[in-house]
């Protein structure tokens, strides 16, 4: 009985190999790169427009009372 389930697993293993890819999964994998690197530098070329804050925002200031905001 345990001879039998081995050889099952040793089956199951060997079917799980890497193969080499086929040209179809190749041309997905350089699709997939060439979007992936379109994004990336769309991404980068947005952060370039962005503007550059330097000063602190601060959100809830304009709910604050005058009060509140000395006391921080």
Do not use: C, I
Request: no cysteine; charged share 30%; net charge positive.
């Amino acid at each position: 009985m345990s001879l039998v389930v081995v050889a099952f697993l040793t089956q199951v293993s060997h079917a799980q190999e890497n193969f080499p890819e086929s040209e179809r999964q190749k041309a997905e994998t350089a699709k997939k790169k060439a979007e992936e690197k379109a994004n990336d530098e769309a991404y980068k070329a947005t952060l370039k427009r962005a503007p550059v804050v330097n000063q602190k925002v601060d959100p809830w200031g304009s709910l604050r009372t005058p009060s509140a905001k000395g006391n921080k």
